[in-house]
């Protein structure tokens, strides 16, 4: 299975620049999404394709990268923006989710 | 417009079997691939397998032969079925539309599920 490794953990202050990266133990081309879940709620799509912002979802997130590597931006961070953070691949089978990123606003 | 939505026990015994419905509206299934993800609570996102659009099914392998989902397109009904549950098997179950992009779109709330002994 594609293993996709996520830091557990951030903490920035509003108003910088955080990204948040996700390292796939092989290529998935650029079939990676992003997605946020904050608590008690199901997880939304943000990114698609690596770095298509999905509709009606603010322009301060941003997605790059292609193969193995990949990072999620948001700039500037709003205190809104306090959830985890989850990548996921649907270039090899099984889909997998890499463990999730949980951002922290100080 | 799109909507999912689980429907399930909120427990069941150890060693049982669990059954979960997806009724999807605003889309067909036919058209499109319906997910099953599940997620223990305090933890991360699993990927347990699809309702491809054509009928076919895949599996996680680390379910084994546990797991089983099905379909009712007349009902737009995508159902999961996994049986011998373990107290690790407690978890928040989420269906998801999959679309052209390979990405899940739409997301069901969830259904928590608490396998006790």
């Known amino acids: 299975d594609t293993v996709l490794t996520q830091s557990p953990a951030l903490a920035v202050s509003p108003g910088e620049r955080v990204t948040i990266s996700c390292r796939a133990s092989e290529s998935v081309s650029t079939l990676m999404h992003w997605y946020q879940q904050k608590p008690g709620q199901q997880p939304t799509l943000l990114i698609y394709l690596a770095s298509n912002l999905e509709s009606g979802v603010p322009a301060r997130f941003s997605g790059s990268g292609s193969g193995t590597d990949f990072t999620l931006t948001i700039d500037p961070v709003e205190a809104d923006d306090t959830a985890t953070y989850y990548c996921?691949?649907?270039?090899?089978?099984?889909?997998?989710f890499g463990g999730g990123t949980k951002l922290e606003l100080k | 417009q799109v909507q999912l939505k689980e429907t399930g026990p909120d427990l069941v015994q150890l060693t049982q079997t669990l059954s979960i419905t997806c009724t999807v509206s605003g889309f067909s299934l036919t058209t499109y691939n319906v997910h099953w993800v599940r997620q223990p609570p305090g933890k991360g996102l699993e990927w347990m397998g699809a309702m491809w659009n054509g009928g076919g099914t895949d599996y996680n392998s680390a379910f084994k032969s546990r797991l089983s989902i099905s379909r009712d397109t007349s009902k737009s009904q995508v159902f999961l079925k996994m049986n011998s549950l373990q107290t690790d098997d407690t978890a928040k179950y989420f269906c998801?539309?999959?679309?052209?992009?390979?990405?899940?779109?739409?997301w069901g709330q969830g259904v928590m599920v608490t396998v006790s002994s």
């Open positions: 998801a539309r999959e679309d052209y992009y390979s990405r899940f779109d739409y």
């Open positions: 996921q691949q649907s270039w090899n089978d099984p889909r997998t």
